[in-house]
């Protein structure tokens, strides 16, 4: 039998980590045959929570599960471990500017990114999942200089996961005939789900949904908003459809992506597309099974040039209002 692997999950007694343990724990995650131990961090305040979490994990007699650890420490939660999920961070309350939400967050995202340096296994990778997601990522990833920018990930996958489903609804197809359907930029309004490159049975969308109006309109506004006619219509946030991204995406991730598709993932930029270097911005990604690249030489009309601009820009202001807090 295999050595188990880590797996750390930060906010685990929040929503997402109720809907994303037991799917790591069942293997769902890393395969049918690699046994896990969640290492699980916590705020004091949500401890007791998490200690029911874990009495239900226990219930489940999941064969995969090779241990559990419950901790407000950085160090227990990080150490030794080879995904760090970064779920946990803490919500815009009413009230709260958009300033003030990067700055709470970019105090939890710092030291984490140093606990990951510190006391991660080599292999570590990181997906951030809390919002705002790519410049928290950028945060910790400014903490750890030593792990390799190959290794962060900002989740953009509920986004494409949403996407794909408008596109398959819309032209009266099953969701697998869509394929190479990227969000470019941030993971949030102003991000980009280019349906120009994106297919449909082979073909692209344009021309198997020939309404541009509807293209440039309805569909991007749909997919930027879910989040939050998902709130109004549920009263909490999307839980169950971001913890089935996350899994998507460390799926992407290990798996070699199929040919003639891509996957969104938001990576740190190397200056691809014009994008500023160091960015976390969401392309589309190819994997080989075991090194991620964004995938070059797309064409972009005027319109989603521009639209690429506004969320670029968007990113730069997220950069410029947490500097200070970059290491
Ligand atoms: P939640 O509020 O139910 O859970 C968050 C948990 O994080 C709480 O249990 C809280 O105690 C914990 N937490 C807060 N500060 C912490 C810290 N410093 N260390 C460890 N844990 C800490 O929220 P939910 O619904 O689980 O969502 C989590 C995050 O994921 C939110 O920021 C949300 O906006 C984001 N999200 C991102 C998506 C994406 O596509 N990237 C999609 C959906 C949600």
Redesign the pocket.
């Known amino acids: 039998t295999k050595t188990p692997m880590h797996v750390t999950v930060?906010?685990a007694?929040?929503?997402?980590?109720y809907a994303l343990l037991f799917r790591i724990a069942s293997g769902q995650l890393l395969g049918p045959d690699q046994p896990v131990v969640l290492r699980l961090?916590?705020?004091e305040?949500?401890m007791a929570a998490l200690e029911g979490v874990v009495m239900e994990l226990e219930d489940c007699a999941f064969p995969l599960l090779a241990g559990i650890e419950t901790t407000s420490d950085l160090k227990v939660a990080f150490e030794g471990t080879s995904w760090a999920l970064l779920?946990?961070?803490?919500?815009r309350k009413a009230g709260m500017e958009r300033k003030d939400l990067l700055t709470v967050n970019g105090g939890?995202f710092g030291p984490q990114g140093e606990a990951i340096a510190a006391h991660a296994a080599s292999d570590v990778r990181v997906l951030v999942?809390?919002?705002p997601?790519n410049t928290n990522c950028l945060i910790a990833r400014s903490h750890a200089k030593d792990v390799p920018d190959d290794r962060w990930f900002?989740?953009?996958r509920?986004?494409q996961n949403r996407a794909e489903t408008q596109l398959a609804k819309r032209a009266g197809v099953p969701v697998t005939e869509v394929a190479q359907m990227a969000i470019w930029g941030n993971?949030s309004s102003t991000q980009f789900p280019d349906f120009e490159n994106a297919t449909i049975g082979g073909r692209p969308v344009p021309e198997v949904i020939a309404d541009e109006a509807w293209l440039r309109g309805e569909f991007i506004t749909t997919v930027q908003q879910r989040?939050a006619e998902i709130i109004k219509a549920r009263g909490a946030?999307?839980?169950a459809s971001?913890a089935n991204?996350v899994i998507d995406s460390v799926r992407s991730i290990l798996e070699p992506t199929p040919a003639g598709d891509c996957v969104s993932l938001s990576v740190v930029s190397h200056g691809e597309y014009g994008v500023p270097e160091g960015l976390v911005f969401g392309y589309p990604i190819r994997s080989d099974g075991s090194r991620c690249q964004v995938v070059e030489g797309l064409p972009h009309s005027p319109f989603a040039q521009e639209k690429i601009q506004a969320t670029t820009a968007e990113l730069l202001e997220e950069r410029a209002a947490i500097a200070d807090l970059l290491a």
């Open positions: 930060t906010g007694a929040g929503q997402i980590g961090l916590e705020i305040p949500a779920v946990g961070s803490v919500p939890i999942v809390g919002n997601c900002a989740m953009t509920l986004d993971h989040g946030s999307s839980a971001a991204a």
